[in-house]
């Protein structure tokens, strides 16, 4: 069984910076495909980023593409999501996900496994 443990959230001021780290146990998470998904109070949860297996191939959201960074640490078993220039709208509880299967993976429902959750708060 894989577990995943997001860390890295709290409070900060808008255009600010965070580094969320995911951490898996169990499981081949050197194998894993990961994405990392965010939802905010009332809302749906929301894609943000992915990354394949290999760390090779990754994927950000548009409206992030230039702000966030996903990277993935075999080793340390550990994915990352480095948020730079944060906004309000931002706020919310951000997940990641590992999908058993290799690739670049948008929707949730491709995914296996899943964290508690860390929460976000961007503050103007």
């Known amino acids: 069984q894989v577990q995943l443990v997001e860390s890295g959230g709290g409070l900060v001021q808008a255009g600010n910076s965070l580094r969320l780290s995911c951490t898996a146990s169990?499981?081949?998470?050197?194998?894993?495909?990961m994405g990392w998904f965010r939802q905010a109070p009332g809302k749906e949860r929301e894609f943000v980023a992915a990354?394949?297996?290999?760390?090779?191939?990754?994927y950000v959201r548009d409206a992030m593409k230039d702000r966030f960074i996903i990277s993935k640490d075999n080793a340390k078993k550990t994915l990352y999501l480095l948020m730079n220039n944060l906004k309000p709208e931002e706020t919310a509880v951000y997940y990641c996900?590992?999908?058993?299967?290799?690739?670049?993976?948008?929707?949730?429902?491709?995914?296996?496994?899943w964290g508690q959750g860390t929460q976000v708060t961007v503050t103007s």
């Open positions: 169990g499981g081949f998470f050197s194998s894993y495909s």
């Open positions: 996900a590992a999908a058993v299967s290799s690739g670049v993976w948008l929707g949730a429902d491709q995914y296996d496994y």
């Open positions: 990354i394949k297996w290999s760390g090779a191939d990754k």
